[in-house]
């Protein structure tokens, strides 16, 4: 844990709740109040409709895969000593696509599929920051 080396989330008013939830391993989501869309990454202004009435939803953690690509070579020294690594987007069941990573699963085209059946799963990489990542559903 101690030795994470790539990059982490910079403390800030609009996220703090959405990290704190993850170190809890629960996935949380804005929702606008106004328009009813869900949207992420978090922040206080709605990116549809620009409504700042928003407030936070519990996710599911539950989504499918809408794109991968198999890292084999990092682009910068952190990411070239953590390959391979799965970079996902992912769908979640509440309407936003989010970006992470795939994880839990064997790294080739023959178990990793678009729109598979994904689920949040939580990686502690430091005492601090808990990232929320995905696996193939259970
Ligand atoms: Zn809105």
Redesign the pocket.
Known sequence: MADYKLPLPTKQPESDFYWEKAQAHELWLRK?N??G?AYFYPRDI?P??Y?NDVSWIQASGKGTLHAYSIVERGPIPPFRDAVPYVAALIDLDEGPRMPTNLVGVEFDDEHIKIGMAVEVTFDEVTDEVTLPKFKPAS
Do not use: N
């Open positions: 606008c106004t328009c869309d709605c549809k409709c409504s």
